[in-house]
C-alpha cells in the first residue's frame, strides 16, 4: 500500500527550469524550443509547473504513450492533493480526477453518448450552427474577432444543446470557464468559479428531473439516478467536466488552426478545394499534432517507483506529459515541425492517451472538420487584419490559443 507522500512541494529550486517554457514569437505555433532540448537529452528533465509544483516532464512521444497507459501512476486528486489546483468543500471529485474503478465507473455512464456513431449524428446539426455563425460573422465585419464572433460560439453552443444548459446562460459558463482555465487564478477566485458553476448544474439538473428534455442531462436522470447508479450531485459534476471540458478546447483549435492555415496558404488550398471528407478529415488530425493545444493539463503521480525511459522516477513524485513536444517527435513524425496536411498523423497524442484519453474526441472532430473549410470556402479572402506579432497568445492558459483573432475579408 502506497502512502500520498507530497513529493512535489514547491521549493526554493529557483534553478529548475520553468514548465512549459516559453515559445518562439516567431512561430507561435511550436512548442516552447526548450522541450525540443528535452526530448533530445537523455533522462527526464526536472521542472517547476506554473503552480510552483516541481515534477519530472516527458517530453518523448514512446514514453509518453507507454506512460499513461501504465497502471502505477494516478490522476486521483483526492489521494494526491497536488494534482488538484483548488480543493472543492461538497462537491463531488470530477471524473478526470479518479483512477478505475471509480473513474469508469462514472465514465462509462458518458461513453455512449459521445460514440462516433452518435456524433456523426449531429454532423447536419453542427453543420447548420456552423453557417448561422458564418453568417452572423460577415454581418458583424470585417474586421471581427473572429474567436468570439464564430470559434467560441459553436462549440459553445453545440455543448450547450447536448447537456441541455440554456445558451442564454453562456455569458455565465464561459466567465466561470476561462477563470478555471487561467494559470494565474488565485485560490480564492478558482473556488468561487467552480462553486458558482457548480451550483447552477446542480439547480439545473434539479429543474431537468421536474421538466426532462432531449438532452444528456435528462438521460442521465432517467437512466442513471432512477437507477441508483449516479447521484443528482454526480450528474451536477459530470456536466461540469464536460461543459467546461468541451467549448474552450475545440475553440481554440478553431482559432489557432484558422490562424495556422492563413499562416500556410497554400495548406489552407488542400482544404478549400477539396469535397473529400477523407482530405478533410486528414488536415484536422495533422492540424491537431501541429498544434497540440493541451499544453499543460497531463499531470499524474507516480503510486510505486517506477523507470520511464531508463531514468528512475520514485513514489509520489510528479509527472508532466508534454502533448506538444511528443507531438513534435521526429522518430515517429517525419519533418515533425512542419504542417503538412497530406501525412497520417493518426497516430498524435493531441487527446492524450490511456484509460483518460478524451471523452469528447469524436465531437471535436466533427466541429473542426465542419468549421475549417466553411471558414475558408465563404470567405476566400480571409486574412489577418493586424500583424502577427501583435496578436495576444495564450501562454498563460492551461490550453493554448489565440486571445482575440481580428480578421477581415
Ligand atoms: C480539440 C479539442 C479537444 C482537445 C485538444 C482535448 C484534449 C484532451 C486531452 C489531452 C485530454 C486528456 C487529459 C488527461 O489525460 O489528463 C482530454 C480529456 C477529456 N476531454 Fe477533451 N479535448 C478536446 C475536446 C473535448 C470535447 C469537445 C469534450 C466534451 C464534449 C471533451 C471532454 C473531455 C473529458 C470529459 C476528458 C476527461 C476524460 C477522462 O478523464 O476520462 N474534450 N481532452
Not at 138 to 160: E, N
Not at 213 to 239: F, N
Not at 372 to 386: E, F, K, S, T, W
Request: charged share 25%; aromatic share 6%; hydrophobic share 40%.
Amino acid at each position: 500500500m502506497s502512502t500520498a507522500t507530497d513529493q512535489t512541494q514547491p521549493n526554493d529550486g529557483t534553478s529548475l527550469p520553468d514548465y512549459p517554457g516559453t515559445r518562439s514569437p516567431r512561430c507561435p505555433f511550436d512548442p516552447p524550443p526548450v522541450q525540443a532540448g528535452w526530448r533530445r537529452a537523455d533522462g527526464l528533465p526536472r521542472v517547476r509547473l506554473s503552480n510552483g509544483r516541481i515534477a519530472w516532464a516527458v517530453p518523448r512521444y514512446d514514453d509518453v504513450k507507454q506512460v499513461l497507459g501504465d497502471p502505477r501512476l494516478s490522476a486521483d486528486g483526492h489521494r494526491f492533493p497536488q494534482l488538484m489546483e483548488t480543493q472543492q468543500h461538497g462537491q463531488p471529485q470530477a471524473f478526470p480526477r479518479m483512477d478505475d474503478p471509480e473513474h469508469s465507473r462514472i465514465r462509462r455512464t458518458l461513453t455512449g453518448e459521445f460514440t462516433v456513431k452518435r456524433v456523426e449524428a449531429m454532423r447536419p446539426h453542427v453543420r447548420s450552427l456552423v453557417d448561422r455563425f458564418l453568417e452572423e460573422t460577415i454581418a458583424a465585419g470585417p474586421p471581427v474577432d473572429l474567436v468570439r464572433t464564430y470559434a467560441l460560439p459553436i462549440p459553445s453552443l453545440v455543448i450547450s444543446l447536448l447537456l441541455g444548459v440554456p445558451y442564454d446562460d453562456h455569458a455565465f459558463f464561459q466567465t466561470r470557464s476561462a477563470t478555471l482555465m487561467r494559470k494565474g487564478t488565485s485560490q480564492e477566485e478558482r473556488k468561487a468559479a467552480s462553486g458558482e458553476l457548480f451550483g447552477y448544474l446542480l439547480d439545473l439538473v434539479k429543474r431537468k428531473e421536474r421538466e426532462p428534455g432531449d438532452d444528456l442531462i435528462s438521460r442521465l436522470i432517467a437512466e442513471r439516478v432512477v437507477a441508483g447508479e449516479l447521484t443528482h450531485r454526480d450528474v451536477a459534476m459530470s456536466s461540469m467536466v464536460i461543459l467546461h471540458a468541451g467549448h474552450e478546447t475545440t475553440a481554440n483549435m478553431i482559432a489557432l488552426g484558422t490562424l495556422a492555415l492563413l499562416e500556410n496558404p497554400r495548406q489552407a488550398d488542400r482544404i478549400r478545394d477539396t469535397d473529400d471528407p477523407k482530405v478533410v478529415a486528414a488536415a484536422v488530425e495533422e492540424l491537431l499534432r501541429y498544434l497540440s493545444i493541451a499544453q499543460d493539463m497531463l499531470v499524474r503521480v507516480a503510486t510505486e517507483d517506477i523507470v520511464i525511459g531508463g531514468h528512475p522516477v520514485r513514489e509520489g513524485e510528479m509527472l508532466v506529459f508534454g502533448v506538444p513536444s511528443a507531438n513534435r517527435d521526429n522518430s515517429v513524425f517525419d519533418m515533425a515541425d512542419v504542417l503538412d496536411l497530406d501525412r497520417d498523423a493518426r497516430g498524435h497524442v493531441a487527446f492524450g492517451y490511456g484509460v483518460h484519453q478524451c471523452l469528447g474526441q469524436s465531437l471535436a472532430r466533427v466541429e473542426l472538420q465542419e468549421a475549417l473549410p466553411a471558414l475558408l470556402r465563404r470567405l476566400p479572402d480571409l486574412r489577418l487584419a493586424v500583424p502577427l506579432e501583435e496578436l495576444s497568445f495564450r501562454h498563460d492558459m492551461v490550453v493554448y490559443g489565440v486571445h482575440e483573432l481580428p480578421v477581415a475579408w
